[in-house]
């Protein structure tokens, strides 16, 4: 299916402008000793006129014929590039911002190209049981890699203290992977998926 880059964004999602849209396929997922398992997954990126994407993901554990047999998660956050926050900006809380985007053009956006010729970028990812995690990395073309600069516990939730997520764009589907450290063990494989658009 062709993909056709949205024409209404702010002009600093268009680094990101690859992953609007909702995306849909399978992955496999293992920790240390457990067994793998196979999943169904779902996630969406949305955009709302403000410089930020929307994300949401939810994801099913399946048996081997790919039917659905319970869920497994459900993620929601925010993903958007990493730069100088200022009035244009909505915020802290509901504060609004100026009406113009804090940047207006492209030639705006190219002055945030970092070094490796990418743009810097953070997500922001909301789970159940009391986990928040805060990703920053880099996106280069259609390629994203993030690391967690910070993880937030409640006092009740389980040990999880590191991750790295990759996301690639390869022959038009999303491929993705994500190492965790968690259960008092060190950063491994955790999951990865292969995902079309829906």
Do not use: C
């Not at 956006?109 to 049981?129: K, M, S």
Request: no cysteine; proline share 7%; glycine share 10%.
């Amino acid at each position: 299916m062709p993909f056709e880059l949205p024409t209404d964004l702010t002009p600093e999602l268009v680094p990101l402008s690859w992953l609007v849209g909702r995306w849909e396929g399978t992955g496999v997922l293992g920790y240390a000793d457990e067994e793998s398992q196979q999943f169904d997954q779902q996630i969406t990126f949305t955009q709302n006129g403000l410089p930020y994407l929307s994300y949401t993901g939810e994801s099913w554990l399946v048996d081997e014929d790919g039917r659905r047999l319970r869920p497994l998660t459900r993620e929601t956050g925010v993903w958007q590039l990493d730069r100088q926050q200022n009035d244009a900006d909505p915020g802290p809380g509901m504060l609004p911002a100026d009406i113009v985007p804090a940047l207006r053009t492209a030639d705006d956006v190219e002055e945030l190209r970092n070094a490796d010729g990418g743009f810097d970028i953070v997500a922001t990812l909301v789970h159940p049981g009391g986990v928040s995690e805060l990703y920053v990395g880099q996106i280069k073309g259609p390629r994203i890699d993030l690391s967690t600069d910070a993880v937030m516990r409640a006092p009740g939730a389980k040990d999880y203290r590191a991750a790295t997520r990759m996301y690639g764009l390869v022959e038009g589907d999303l491929l993705w992977a994500w190492d965790i450290a968690a259960a008092g063990r060190p950063l491994q494989t955790h999951a990865s998926g292969r995902l079309h658009r829906a």
